[in-house]
């Protein structure tokens, strides 16, 4: 079985600002890592998505997601955030072979502040 | 184009009734998914499907939760004598395929049991 942990419920940060929001898997076999955005009043969207090859993987408006497989994190960084990028962030995995189900963290809230 | 629609956006039912949720994907999505989130709690899996037929409902809590997909398109999320632990969001959300492709998320419904 495969899970998923968002270190932080919450991160406040000042506009301009680098920002890390952290996720961490478990899981006994490969998965595909994604990170997903829901802005407020809005659906979930999808930021990025890590399948193999390159470690590093670039998304919409600027973010960007390291895979480290020996220590089972995605995290995701942006180095300047807007006032804009205010919303609830969640990473999520699937196993990489015969795997449908999807499983998501709780969510990082990410509040830009001016 | 037209995205994934939900219907109703809000339903308010009775403990013990029986309520259906509706999800219209995007035309030619062959892949369609049910999750289920909680107040302050990423998405839960429910079931997924690969045409008509559910390929994993391993995420329905029990016996009380169907889903259906008659003809490939539309999906219908059943709920037998409803409980207050069911109030949730429910989300759908459909792909041209099963992971790693891009699942697209539609707006929720938010059931509310009394």
Redesign the interface.
Known sequence: AQS?TQLDSQVPVFEEAPVELRCNYSSSVSV?L?W?VQYPN?????LL?Y?SGSTLVKGINGFEAEFNKSQTSFHLRKPSVHISDTAEY?C?V?R?TG?????????TRLFVKA | GAGVSQTPSNKVTEKGKYVELRCDPISGHTALYWYRQSLGQGPEFLIYFQGTGAADDSGLPNDRFFAVRPEGSVSTLKIQRTERGDSAVYLCASSLGAPPETQYFGPGTRLLVL
Do not use: D, P, R, S
């Not at chain 1, 809005?42 to 999808?46: D, P």
């Not at chain 1, 795997?99 to 969510?107: L, Q, R, S």
């Open positions: 998923v595909y994604f997903y809005q659906g979930l969207q999808l998505k399948l969640f999520a699937t990489n795997g449908f189900k999807t499983i998501f963290g709780a969510g």
